[in-house]
């Protein structure tokens, strides 16, 4: 059974950068079939996504992070990466780490999630 | 970018009860390619990630209870839960899986009246 585990920081300080890693277990990241998302909730508001990585390092962002957001993946550790740069308050949230199958496009499995909060 | 719009942002149903819960989005998501809507439909209990309920807007995911069911077509779609249960009370939430940037609507609480 495929398992996402998100992992960094829970604090980081305003117009630092945010940093955050997936762990894939269960299965293989070099899987042609599927892409690796992120995916936001600000608390108590609703989600957006953030962008997605595949295998191979071809990569989609959302147009409204695009200017401060990095993704990588690294297949020898089964694992892929976010960087937000220049961080604010309103960067506040759950981060999600999600999987879709290429052409279908819906999120399963999720990971847990992991709260990233930004203050000084 | 698609903007997905849930209605109503909040709903109290006796147990027992249907909930329905509706999705609107601002164009069309119908793939004309297998003629089926790129829509799905998520469940967030607090504290827990989403579970993804449906896909191609009427497909229930293996293992939801059958009084999950997906309709609509085009930019209307509908969550109905045919007889709530005390384990439905959740925030519900669809997305368009059409095209990136994929978008999410803003959420229904579902509570128990």
């Known amino acids: 059974q495929l398992q996402l585990q998100e992992s960094g920081p829970g604090l980081v300080k305003p117009s630092e950068t945010l940093s955050l890693t997936c762990t894939v277990s269960g299965g293989s990241i070099s899987s042609s079939t599927y892409y690796w998302d992120w995916i936001r909730q600000p608390p108590g508001k609703g989600l957006e996504w953030i962008g997605n990585i595949y295998y191979n390092g071809n990569i989609w962002y959302n147009p409204s992070l695009k200017s401060r957001v990095t993704m990588s993946v690294d297949t020898s550790k089964n694992q892929f990466s976010l960087k937000l740069t220049s961080v604010t308050a309103a960067d506040t949230a759950v981060y999600y780490c999600a999987r879709h199958e290429a052409r279908i496009n819906w999120f399963d499995p999720w990971g847990q999630g992991t709260l990233v909060t930004v203050s000084s | 970018d698609i903007v997905m719009t849930q209605s109503p942002d909040s709903l109290a149903v006796s147990l027992g009860e249907r909930a329905t819960i509706n999705c609107k989005s601002s164009q069309s998501v119908l793939y004309n390619s297998n003629n089926k809507n790129s829509l799905a439909w998520y469940q967030q209990k607090p504290g827990q990630p989403p579970k993804l309920l449906i896909y191609w807007a009427s497909t229930r995911e293996s293992g939801v209870p059958d009084r999950f069911s997906g309709s609509g077509s085009g930019t209307d779609f509908t969550l109905t839960i045919s007889s709530l249960q005390a384990e439905d009370v959740a925030v519900y939430y669809c997305?368009?899986?059409?095209?990136?940037?994929?978008?999410f609507g803003q959420g229904t609480k579902l509570e128990i009246k």
């Open positions: 997305q368009q899986c059409y095209s990136p940037p994929y978008t």
